[in-house]
């Protein structure tokens, strides 16, 4: 069993900088994926980003590709998303995903086999 808990989110303008931190329950933290989904009103959940559980892997979404990272500390049983050049379309609500499978790219192009998702936290960013 594992809770993801978000934190870091924020109204922001465009242009600045945050970083999101996802903190985990249970001593097997280290042994899961870890990747950020995110989900714009009207709009489906659309992957973010993904690392390994040894963070020698990472994948990103295009629309993010050089201007977020991910990273983890496992001994802290926590994974961040630091969110750089910060646009309006990235306002969203950003989720927390722990899962079983070993290769980042399969978190993104199938987040049905995500084994457990944070409550989220709301990210908006004005022009």
């Known amino acids: 069993q594992v809770q993801l808990v978000e934190s870091g989110g924020g109204l922001v303008q465009a242009g600045v900088s945050l970083r999101l931190s996802c903190a985990a329950s249970?001593?097997?933290?280290?042994?899961?994926?870890m990747g950020w989904f995110r989900q714009a009103p009207g709009k489906e959940r659309e992957f973010v980003a993904a690392?390994?559980?040894?963070?020698?892997?990472?994948y990103y979404a295009d629309s993010v590709k050089g201007r977020f990272t991910i990273s983890r500390d496992n001994a802290k049983n926590t994974v961040y998303l630091q969110m750089n050049s910060l646009k309006p379309e990235d306002t969203a609500v950003y989720y927390c995903a722990a899962d079983t499978r070993r290769r980042p790219t399969i978190v993104a192009t199938s987040p049905e086999g995500v084994a457990y998702w944070g409550q989220g936290t709301q990210v908006t960013v004005s022009s």
């Open positions: 249970g001593r097997t933290f280290s042994t899961y994926t």
């Open positions: 690392i390994s559980w040894s963070a020698d892997s990472t």
